[in-house]
T-cell receptor, first 115, second 111 residues
Framework: GAGVSQTPSNKVTEKGKYVELRCDPI?????LYWYRQSLGQGPEFLIYFQGTGAADDSGLPNDRFFAVRPEGSVSTLKIQRTERGDSAVYLC?????????????FGNGTRLTVT | EDQVTQSPEALRLQEGESSSLNCSYTVSGLRGLFWYRQDPGKGPEFLFT???AGEEKEKERLKATLTKKESFLHITAPKPEDSATYLCAVQADSGNTPLVFGKGTRLSVIA
Protein backbone atom coordinates (compact mmCIF):
# COMPACT_ATOMS: atom_id res chain seq x y z
CA GLY A 1 0.00 0.00 0.00
CA ALA A 2 0.97 3.67 -0.19
CA GLY A 3 3.44 4.89 2.37
CA VAL A 4 3.97 8.35 3.83
CA SER A 5 4.33 10.88 1.03
CA GLN A 6 6.26 14.14 1.39
CA THR A 7 6.41 16.99 -1.09
CA PRO A 8 8.48 18.54 -2.41
CA SER A 9 11.39 16.11 -2.18
CA ASN A 10 13.81 19.02 -2.52
CA LYS A 11 13.36 22.70 -1.80
CA VAL A 12 15.92 25.45 -2.30
CA THR A 13 15.01 28.86 -0.95
CA GLU A 14 16.71 32.14 -0.15
CA LYS A 15 17.36 33.32 3.36
CA GLY A 16 14.36 35.23 4.70
CA LYS A 17 11.76 33.50 2.51
CA TYR A 18 8.74 31.50 3.68
CA VAL A 19 8.40 27.78 2.91
CA GLU A 20 5.73 25.12 3.31
CA LEU A 21 6.46 21.41 3.46
CA ARG A 22 3.65 18.91 2.99
CA CYS A 23 3.10 15.45 4.47
CA ASP A 24 0.48 12.92 3.39
CA PRO A 25 0.33 10.15 6.02
CA ILE A 26 -0.70 6.54 5.59
CA UNK A 27 -4.48 6.34 5.34
CA UNK A 28 -6.08 5.64 8.72
CA UNK A 29 -3.06 6.71 10.76
CA UNK A 30 -4.18 9.12 13.46
CA UNK A 31 -0.78 10.15 14.79
CA LEU A 32 1.57 12.28 12.69
CA TYR A 33 5.10 13.41 13.56
CA TRP A 34 7.59 15.88 12.17
CA TYR A 35 11.32 15.33 12.68
CA ARG A 36 14.37 17.18 11.38
CA GLN A 37 17.61 15.42 10.42
CA SER A 38 20.92 17.17 9.84
CA LEU A 39 23.84 15.48 8.12
CA GLY A 40 25.39 12.76 10.27
CA GLN A 41 22.76 13.16 12.98
CA GLY A 42 19.73 11.19 14.03
CA PRO A 43 16.22 12.57 13.55
CA GLU A 44 15.31 15.33 16.01
CA PHE A 45 11.70 15.64 17.17
CA LEU A 46 9.77 18.80 16.24
CA ILE A 47 6.03 18.25 16.78
CA TYR A 48 3.38 15.57 16.82
CA PHE A 49 -0.35 15.54 16.14
CA GLN A 50 -3.00 13.21 17.44
CA GLY A 51 -5.87 13.84 15.08
CA THR A 52 -6.14 17.55 14.28
CA GLY A 53 -4.52 18.92 17.41
CA ALA A 54 -0.84 19.37 18.19
CA ALA A 55 -0.33 17.05 21.15
CA ASP A 56 3.31 18.02 21.69
CA ASP A 57 5.12 20.92 19.99
CA SER A 58 8.01 21.06 22.43
CA GLY A 59 10.58 20.35 19.73
CA LEU A 60 9.84 23.37 17.56
CA PRO A 61 13.03 25.46 17.78
CA ASN A 62 11.35 28.90 17.77
CA ASP A 63 8.23 30.75 16.68
CA ARG A 64 9.31 30.82 13.03
CA PHE A 65 8.20 27.19 12.85
CA PHE A 66 4.54 26.23 12.77
CA ALA A 67 2.61 23.14 11.71
CA VAL A 68 -1.03 22.40 11.02
CA ARG A 69 -3.18 19.37 10.36
CA PRO A 70 -6.64 20.87 9.81
CA GLU A 71 -8.59 17.75 8.83
CA GLY A 72 -6.60 15.16 10.72
CA SER A 73 -4.86 13.82 7.64
CA VAL A 74 -2.45 15.95 5.56
CA SER A 75 -0.08 18.14 7.54
CA THR A 76 1.93 21.21 6.53
CA LEU A 77 5.09 22.40 8.24
CA LYS A 78 5.57 26.14 7.76
CA ILE A 79 8.83 28.00 8.25
CA GLN A 80 8.90 31.81 8.21
CA ARG A 81 11.96 34.01 7.58
CA THR A 82 14.14 31.02 6.80
CA GLU A 83 17.74 30.99 8.00
CA ARG A 84 20.74 29.04 6.69
CA GLY A 85 20.68 26.98 9.90
CA ASP A 86 17.24 25.66 8.92
CA SER A 87 18.86 23.63 6.13
CA ALA A 88 18.20 19.95 6.86
CA VAL A 89 16.03 17.02 5.83
CA TYR A 90 12.54 17.34 7.27
CA LEU A 91 11.00 13.94 7.91
CA CYS A 92 7.36 13.16 8.47
CA UNK A 93 6.12 9.94 10.09
CA UNK A 94 2.74 8.51 10.88
CA UNK A 95 1.49 5.71 13.11
CA UNK A 96 -1.78 3.95 13.71
CA UNK A 97 -2.01 5.62 17.09
CA UNK A 98 0.30 7.40 19.51
CA UNK A 99 0.46 4.27 21.63
CA UNK A 100 3.97 3.04 22.40
CA UNK A 101 3.50 -0.22 20.50
CA UNK A 102 2.53 1.49 17.26
CA UNK A 103 5.74 1.98 15.24
CA UNK A 104 6.43 5.11 13.21
CA UNK A 105 6.45 4.86 9.42
CA PHE A 106 8.59 7.56 7.84
CA GLY A 107 8.43 9.30 4.50
CA ASN A 108 11.56 9.99 2.48
CA GLY A 109 11.74 13.57 3.66
CA THR A 110 12.04 17.02 2.15
CA ARG A 111 15.61 18.26 1.76
CA LEU A 112 15.51 21.99 2.52
CA THR A 113 18.45 24.14 1.48
CA VAL A 114 18.49 27.80 2.52
CA THR A 115 20.99 29.87 0.53
CA GLU B 1 17.15 14.12 29.88
CA ASP B 2 16.73 11.01 27.75
CA GLN B 3 19.88 10.14 25.80
CA VAL B 4 20.89 7.56 23.21
CA THR B 5 24.51 6.87 22.25
CA GLN B 6 25.37 4.55 19.38
CA SER B 7 28.74 2.97 18.68
CA PRO B 8 30.70 2.66 16.57
CA GLU B 9 29.88 5.68 14.37
CA ALA B 10 30.94 3.68 11.32
CA LEU B 11 31.70 0.01 10.71
CA ARG B 12 33.16 -1.67 7.67
CA LEU B 13 32.76 -5.44 7.34
CA GLN B 14 33.65 -8.03 4.78
CA GLU B 15 30.74 -10.02 3.46
CA GLY B 16 30.07 -12.88 5.89
CA GLU B 17 31.91 -11.19 8.80
CA SER B 18 29.47 -11.09 11.72
CA SER B 19 29.47 -8.18 14.18
CA SER B 20 27.34 -6.17 16.61
CA LEU B 21 26.21 -2.56 16.86
CA ASN B 22 25.70 -0.99 20.27
CA CYS B 23 23.02 1.38 21.56
CA SER B 24 23.44 2.71 25.11
CA TYR B 25 20.59 4.67 26.61
CA THR B 26 19.54 6.64 29.66
CA VAL B 27 15.84 7.19 30.06
CA SER B 28 13.47 7.82 32.94
CA GLY B 29 11.71 4.49 32.59
CA LEU B 30 11.81 2.71 29.25
CA ARG B 31 8.58 2.25 27.38
CA GLY B 32 10.22 0.89 24.23
CA LEU B 33 13.50 0.74 22.31
CA PHE B 34 13.31 0.88 18.53
CA TRP B 35 15.73 -0.04 15.74
CA TYR B 36 15.44 1.52 12.31
CA ARG B 37 17.41 1.13 9.09
CA GLN B 38 18.04 4.17 6.89
CA ASP B 39 19.32 4.05 3.32
CA PRO B 40 20.84 7.17 1.70
CA GLY B 41 18.16 9.62 0.60
CA LYS B 42 15.39 7.63 2.28
CA GLY B 43 13.45 7.84 5.51
CA PRO B 44 14.10 5.42 8.38
CA GLU B 45 12.52 1.99 7.98
CA PHE B 46 11.22 0.25 11.09
CA LEU B 47 12.97 -2.98 12.10
CA PHE B 48 12.19 -3.92 15.73
CA THR B 49 10.66 -2.79 19.01
CA UNK B 50 11.96 -4.17 22.31
CA UNK B 51 10.09 -3.53 25.53
CA UNK B 52 11.88 -5.23 28.41
CA ALA B 53 15.32 -6.48 29.42
CA GLY B 54 16.04 -9.96 28.14
CA GLU B 55 13.82 -9.60 25.12
CA GLU B 56 15.17 -10.61 21.69
CA LYS B 57 13.78 -10.14 18.17
CA GLU B 58 15.06 -11.56 14.88
CA LYS B 59 14.62 -10.75 11.24
CA GLU B 60 16.68 -12.49 8.59
CA ARG B 61 20.34 -11.79 9.43
CA LEU B 62 19.52 -9.30 12.19
CA LYS B 63 18.91 -9.98 15.87
CA ALA B 64 18.20 -7.27 18.45
CA THR B 65 18.70 -7.77 22.17
CA LEU B 66 17.97 -5.54 25.17
CA THR B 67 19.41 -5.09 28.65
CA LYS B 68 18.59 -2.43 31.24
CA LYS B 69 21.27 -0.09 29.87
CA GLU B 70 21.87 -1.03 26.26
CA SER B 71 20.72 -2.82 23.17
CA PHE B 72 22.71 -4.71 20.59
CA LEU B 73 21.95 -5.28 16.95
CA HIS B 74 23.76 -8.45 15.90
CA ILE B 75 24.38 -8.94 12.20
CA THR B 76 25.16 -12.52 11.20
CA ALA B 77 26.98 -13.22 7.90
CA PRO B 78 26.13 -9.80 6.45
CA LYS B 79 25.68 -9.16 2.74
CA PRO B 80 26.37 -5.96 0.79
CA GLU B 81 22.64 -5.17 0.77
CA ASP B 82 22.80 -4.82 4.57
CA SER B 83 24.85 -1.65 4.08
CA ALA B 84 22.89 1.25 5.61
CA THR B 85 22.77 3.48 8.67
CA TYR B 86 21.16 1.78 11.65
CA LEU B 87 19.35 4.06 14.07
CA CYS B 88 18.35 3.32 17.65
CA ALA B 89 15.60 5.26 19.43
CA VAL B 90 13.96 5.16 22.86
CA GLN B 91 10.60 6.20 24.16
CA ALA B 92 10.29 7.10 27.82
CA ASP B 93 7.58 5.70 30.01
CA SER B 94 5.90 9.03 30.80
CA GLY B 95 2.88 9.80 28.70
CA ASN B 96 3.12 9.82 24.93
CA THR B 97 6.65 11.13 24.69
CA PRO B 98 8.27 11.26 21.27
CA LEU B 99 11.09 8.96 20.20
CA VAL B 100 14.62 10.14 20.97
CA PHE B 101 17.11 8.95 18.36
CA GLY B 102 20.82 8.26 18.45
CA LYS B 103 23.13 9.45 15.68
CA GLY B 104 23.26 6.02 14.08
CA THR B 105 25.93 3.56 12.98
CA ARG B 106 26.94 3.66 9.33
CA LEU B 107 27.49 0.07 8.20
CA SER B 108 29.33 -0.83 5.00
CA VAL B 109 29.53 -4.47 3.91
CA ILE B 110 32.12 -5.15 1.24
CA ALA B 111 31.80 -8.07 -1.17
Amino acid sequence: GAGVSQTPSNKVTEKGKYVELRCDPISGHTALYWYRQSLGQGPEFLIYFQGTGAADDSGLPNDRFFAVRPEGSVSTLKIQRTERGDSAVYLCASSLSSSYNSPLHFGNGTRLTVT
Amino acid sequence: EDQVTQSPEALRLQEGESSSLNCSYTVSGLRGLFWYRQDPGKGPEFLFTLYSAGEEKEKERLKATLTKKESFLHITAPKPEDSATYLCAVQADSGNTPLVFGKGTRLSVIA
